[in-house]
């Protein structure tokens, strides 16, 4: 939320000499995020001239300017070379002299351009900061100014305004105003507060001539979603004979451009600044483009509506709609429609000012991927009883602005119930903030923030503000009461942790998996958790779709469903990094997948209260209503392992890579993982690779599909693998034995032996060390050959063994012998032979 300090001033007390930082220490005081100061960035001379005479000189490129002589003091005048011709002799300008800096910055200089020396620059609104507009130089008289000359342009155009920025969390809407801004700065200093809209609300009992001139106004909401009516207030105010045409005001030019807001039109320009000003969105539509009385009711199906931004839109039947006899004219609460559009030929203005349910407005401006200002505030919640001052202060600056006539108060739907009081007991707030507050300091600061006090014998009966929909139950108002009265009362108590804490085993070894994955060379990364439906049956089981859970309010459509799988997630960052040059990539992450049983239903009752730990029996039925989330392990490598240098080949990434991170997991966890030939759907099917525990599968490890790796704009070969880390911390020992340190010599023996294609290496791998018998300490594959001296269905498969005895040295016989036992175990299961 930004805040025109000037604006602000308006309505609460600034002493003399406040600055951006002593705003934003106050607002720090009392909850705000400090974010910046905003300005229009430029420093003098700016001044007004007028323009006494110029020439029109045509160029050689084919370019005319202006030789102007423009006076911008008593008896100071300066010749300025214009490149716009929008203006006529006579007209009062703003130039800036030598010596002034725009905003770019763009310093501005005496200086030879065509033949002249141009002693200064007359500014376009764009130059100043004010807006779009570059087609020509800004005229005052178009902005209905006409002041003296030499007068310091800055302060006439509200230039030397500065605007504070703070961040406004999701809970307190009311601040997404300067009056909700205003309040808490007076909540924080004391200083004096003057409401906004009370004096609006005197605007709206005064003002208005005749009789019966309004539109008529349907709430039509027979199917209200998930139990909630879409609009519980809605008012309608006329001006008549309005004129569209006339210039925004620079002081509100500059307020709206330094709260964030473009100026568009002086009607949409006043609409904005009221709902700046009052946290109320407001919406003007052309009386004599409406066609019979105002409907608001959900869409149907099939229905579309052209909005103000020229898009049409398909509507969804949950969509809350303003519509006339002639079908929708606006997406409530989010933008208006193109039919009713406020333009340069309007003359009567039809004034809304509403109250929307912030659930459904939130979920329409999502669905359209239409944030606006408006559904921002209508998200976090409006002030309902704010409405009929807010389009009271729409009309009068109509009148004011624009010479339009204000016409009686038009319909009111008022259904919104007050707040019911809340009981605070006596003693409530000390126990649970942990500060002894006087009474006076709690009554104070209910008060403070607009509350209706009534004493009990149980307590005091505190009935919140309209515009504090936030406050639901004693501990909310509790901690309000904190806030007015200081988080500097609260002390700073570390808790003392009690004894035999820690770390689960699970948090150890999940941190010592990261760790060793760290360490051999990957980068651990937190990916999206939502996939697209596709994604899910691609990579959540080796073959087939997968059961999954689907989001009801997805912030990206195009993801809704939780992940079941790591890879997806993790493929989606390789992609990313991939588009940003980065094309060697070693990537792992830990996380939880969704795992919801086939055919069942998840979902719970209501949710408990949050002001009291729920029992036992809660927590379980809320747990059972959750599915099941492991965590898993996954990683993706692609590029290059070990890039091009003199004397040293490139090194591609392949399997070898997603095999190697995978034994290093086991390594961090003491476990042991057996490697078999494996089928999944989405990797190649000669290089995948099944993973078991104990004869548990706990997961994959392959190279992607060619054509599922070029369909996602990857390298041909992608590695990767997952696995359940929650399955492998079960399987992993409790008390893990270091190994001795061997102290006598290892023999060492190479066995090739020859296979049928078709026996998986892993197995051939089993059969030799079950046979080898305790004597083997090492075994590993060192060669897969295929060709010339093997029968055309066989492969050689070299295994590189290391015997080792721990009493005694090892003869080559022994090891011989005991290599020989392994090659029978292998014949015997395959029909190995030893080749020579």
């Not at 209200?224 to 002081?251: K, L, N, S």
Request: charged content about 20%.
């Amino acid at each position: 939320m930004r805040v025109p300090i000037s604006w602000l001033g308006e309505f609460v007390e600034l002493a003399s000499g406040t600055t951006p930082d002593d705003i934003h220490a106050a607002l720090v005081k009392v909850g705000l995020e400090e974010e910046g100061v905003h300005s229009f960035e430029l420093t003098g001379p700016i001044v007004v001239g007028q323009v006494l005479e110029f020439v029109s000189e045509p160029q050689s490129n084919g370019k005319t300017i202006e030789w102007c002589q423009v006076q911008v003091g008593p008896d100071d005048v300066r010749g300025i070379v214009c490149g716009a011709h929008n203006f006529i002799a006579g007209d009062k300008v703003v130039v800036s002299l030598p010596g002034a800096v725009l905003p770019g910055p763009f310093p501005i200089a005496a200086r030879k351009t065509y033949g002249h020396v141009s002693d200064g620059m007359i500014a376009s609104a764009r130059e100043l900061g004010l807006g779009e507009e570059h087609e020509g130089i800004l005229v005052l008289s178009t902005l209905g100014l006409d002041p003296e000359v030499g007068t310091d342009a800055i302060a006439l155009l509200g230039l030397d305004d500065r605007a504070v920025e703070v961040n406004v969390t999701p809970d307190r809407g009311y601040a997404l105003s300067i009056r909700g801004i205003a309040r808490e700065y007076s909540h924080s200093t004391g200083a004096a507060f003057r409401d906004p809209a009370r004096l609006a609300a005197h605007v709206a009992a005064s003002s208005g001539t005749g009789v019966g001139d309004h539109v008529p106004v349907i709430i039509d909401d027979q199917a209200p979603v998930r139990g909630r009516v879409g609009a519980t207030v809605f008012v309608t105010r006329i001006v008549r004979g309005v004129d569209p045409t006339r210039p925004t005001p620079a002081w509100m030019v500059a307020r709206l451009i330094l709260a964030g807001i473009r100026s568009i039109s002086l009607v949409v320009d006043i609409t904005n600044y009221v709902m700046i000003e009052l946290g109320q969105p407001i919406h003007g539509y052309d009386l004599d483009k409406l066609t019979g009385g105002i409907t608001v009711r959900r869409a149907q199906q099939g229905e579309i509506l052209v909005t103000l931004d020229n898009q049409t839109r398909k509507l969804h039947p949950e969509d809350l709609l303003i519509t006339d006899q002639s079908g929708p004219i606006g997406l409530a609460g989010v933008m208006g429609g193109a039919a009713t559009e406020i333009d340069a030929g309007t003359s009567d203005v039809l004034i809304e000012a509403a109250n929307f349910d912030p659930v459904s407005i939130a979920r329409t401006a999502r669905r359209h991927k239409l944030p606006s200002e408006a559904s921002r505030r209508f998200e976090r919640g409006v002030d309902p009883a704010v409405a009929p001052s807010a389009a009271a202060r729409v009309a009068q600056l109509l009148e004011q602005l624009a010479g339009g006539t204000i016409q009686p108060q038009g319909d009111i739907h008022e259904a919104h119930a007050a707040a019911a009081p809340i009981l605070l007991p006596a003693g409530y707030v000390d126990a649970l903030i942990g500060v002894d507050y006087t009474d006076d300091e709690i009554l104070t600061s209910l008060v403070e923030i607009g509350a209706a006090i009534e004493h009990t014998q149980d307590g005091l009966l505190v009935s919140p503000p309209s515009w504090r929909p936030d406050l639901t139950d004693e501990a909310t108002l509790a901690e309000e009461i904190a806030r007015i009265v200081g988080y500097d009362r609260i002390p700073a108590v570390l808790p003392t942790a009690p004894p035999g804490r820690g770390l689960t085993r699970a948090q150890r070894l999940r941190r010592s998996a990261a760790q060793q994955l760290a360490a051999g060379g990957s980068t651990e990364v937190l990916a999206y958790p939502f996939v697209s439906r596709k994604s899910n049956d691609i990579f959540g089981s080796p073959v087939g779709s997968t059961p999954a859970m689907k989001l009801a309010n997805p912030l990206d459509g195009e993801v809704p469903w939780l992940r079941t799988s790591l890879t997806p997630g993790l493929i989606e960052v390789a992609r990313r990094n991939l588009s940003r040059g980065l094309t060697d990539l070693a990537l792992f992450e830990i996380g939880a997948v969704v795992r919801p049983e086939s055919g069942r239903s998840y979902g719970s009752g209501p949710l408990p209260a949050g002001n009291a730990r729920p029992s036992p029996a809660v927590l379980a039925e809320l747990n059972d209503g959750i599915p099941a989330q492991p965590r898993h392990a996954g990683g993706v490598y692609l590029g290059q392992v070990v890039a091009k240098q003199p004397g040293q080949p490139a090194v591609p990434a392949s399997l070898a890579d997603a095999l190697t991170a995978v034994r290093q997991l086991a390594s961090a966890l003491a476990v042991t993982i057996d490697i078999e030939q494996g089928r999944h759907q989405a990797l190649h099917p000669g290089r995948t690779a099944q993973l078991r525990v104990a004869g548990q599968i706990v997961g994959y490890a392959g190279e992607l599909l060619p054509t599922l790796a070029a369909e996602l704009d990857l390298p041909r070969v992608v590695a990767v693998w997952e696995v359940d880390l929650d399955a492998l911390i079960q399987l992993a020992p409790t008390e893990v034995t270091p190994s001795a340190i061997a102290t006598l010599p290892a023999a060492t023996q190479d066995l090739s032996l020859v296979v049928p294609l078709d026996a998986p290496a892993g197995d051939v791998l089993a059969a030799v060390r079950s046979g080898a018998g305790p004597l083997l300490e090492d075994a590993r594959l060192v060669d897969d050959y295929r060709g010339p001296g093997l029968p055309d269905a066989a492969k050689s498969l070299t295994l590189a063994l290391r015997f080792r005895a721990a009493d005694r040295t090892l003869t080559a016989q022994e090891a011989t012998q005991a290599k020989l036992a392994g090659a029978a175990v292998a014949a015997e299961r395959f029909g190995a032979t030893i080749r020579e």
